[in-house]
Nanobody, 125 residues
Framework: VQLQASGGGLVQAGGSLRLSCAAS????????MGWFRQAPGKEREFVAG????????TYADSVKGRFTVSRDNAKNTVYLQMDTLKPEDTAVYYC???????????????????WGRGTLVTVSS
């Protein structure tokens, strides 16, 4: 299983970025996908998740109303649209898939696999 996140960069506060995560080695449409982030000196935390069919989404309270997760099963890709970015959003962002196919979004990291290298998002004030 390979998950490759991309689209990170440097942006000013209030700006937007769109992250992408391309998956290979799995039957993508069977898995709930998620985004996590890890800031320097902090633990990895859940950001957003989307069910295998794309109809159910869950967000961390800190990003609700600013971030939007979506997926394209035909392209084996999940996206994270990040708007109104804040300096506290600065982190390495990772995508992952649920360990168990057809299982719903959860926020605990141990139920997810395939983190990949992540992509760095830096928001300047």
């Amino acid at each position: 299983v390979q998950l490759q996140a991309s689209g990170g960069g440097l942006v000013q506060a209030g700006g937007s970025l769109r992250l992408s995560c391309a998956a290979s080695g799995i039957i993508f449409g069977r898995y709930t996908m998620g985004w996590f982030r890890q800031a320097p000196g902090k633990e990895r935390e859940f950001v957003a998740g989307i069910g295998w069919a794309g109809t159910n989404t869950t967000y961390a309270d800190s990003v609700k109303g600013r971030f939007t997760v979506s997926r394209d099963n035909a392209k084996n890709t999940v996206y994270l649209q990040m708007d109104t970015l804040k300096p506290e959003d600065t982190a390495v962002y990772y995508c992952a898939r649920k360990l168990v196919p057809y299982s719903g979004v959860t926020t605990t990291t141990y139920e997810w696999r395939g983190w990949g290298r992540g992509t760095l998002v830096t928001v300047s004030s």
